[in-house]
């Protein structure tokens, strides 16, 4: 079954960090870009940031930058985003993605997992 899982979310308070997690299975995980985005209701999901098959190559948006980093674990078909000096404003669904633009399937979606930053 092809699938992505996310772990890791929960409250936290300004200023702290979290560690999400997406384990893959049923495809050949090493094969695509893995990325995450986040989405708060009522607005477009938008992309926090993004690590393509060789595992030193990464992007990120402006909001990230310099607090949250992407890696991956090929071995463990397992990609993470530490977020550091969490904001309010980073409260989200956060979900996890795999692209690629060869072969099926494409795109697979997680389910997504709630970050919330409060005090």
């Known amino acids: 079954q092809v699938q992505l899982v996310e772990s890791g979310g929960g409250l936290v308070r300004p200023g702290g960090s979290l560690r999400l997690s997406c384990s893959a299975s049923g495809f050949t995980f090493s094969t695509y870009v893995m990325s995450w985005f986040r989405q708060v209701p009522g607005k477009e999901r938008d992309l926090v940031a993004h690590?393509?098959?060789?595992?030193?190559?990464?992007s990120y948006a402006e909001f990230a930058k310099g607090r949250f980093t992407i890696s991956r674990d090929n071995a463990k078909n397992t990609v993470y985003l530490q977020m550091d000096s969490l904001k309010p404003e980073d409260t989200a669904v956060y979900y996890c993605h795999a692209g690629r633009d060869y072969g099926l399937p494409r795109d697979v979606w997680g389910q997504g997992i709630q970050v919330i930053v409060s005090s």
């Open positions: 690590i393509g098959t060789a595992e030193d190559a990464t």
